[in-house]
């Protein structure tokens, strides 16, 4: 795999700005992300790259508490997503794995154990979640392409500063335990089906992660 090396000098931090993902059946998958509530977090484009398996990201939403988790699960299932693991307790908190049905992996989270409030239909924070064969080169490599580092524990996860108007914060993870915290195999082939944006220049990062320009955002539709 080809790798462009992003050496452009920047002014100003740079950051995730977009994400694309690249879906077999465009008007499916809108009305699919209209249901389960995230439309304003993903752009979609229609794509038939091959891709196989274990796509190497996952998208997270963190909320506020249990039932909110349980009401997004339930309205991804409801509209066509498969559970791969069913919100439950676990040590940081209470969450659970849907996969859409154009093979988007979903995490919803929360790291309250009791609900506080009844269930809403916000979202706290979204995380692209990259899983990467060497968290510490393709941080750096990421530094170099202007992103700032927000956390960072050594070799095991890096997380990047969201930028202003960019609605989803960019964090890396070992492909291998992101695929086993997902609950399925680490195998996987062809296009990861996402484009992410939000620096001058078009690039691809060490994992075949693609970049491109940031588009500027559609007119609203009447």
Known sequence: MTTTTHTAAHTSPASLASVTLEVADLEAARRF????GVEAYVRLRASDAHSTGFRGFTLGLTVSGPATVDGFVAAAVDAGAAVLKPAAKSLWGYGGVVQAPDGTIWKIATSARKDTGPATREIDEVVLLIGV???KAT???YVGCG???AKSFGGKYAEFAAGESG???LALYKRRALAKDLGVPADGTGSHRIVLGGTPDAFTDPDGFA???PEPPAPAQS
């Open 211 to 213: 970049w491109e320009a």
């Open 33 to 36: 992300y209209g249901a389960f």
């Open 133 to 135: 064969e060497d968290v």
């Open 139 to 141: 941080r750096q490599f």
């Open 147 to 149: 992103l700032t580092v």
């Open 167 to 169: 609605p989803v914060k």
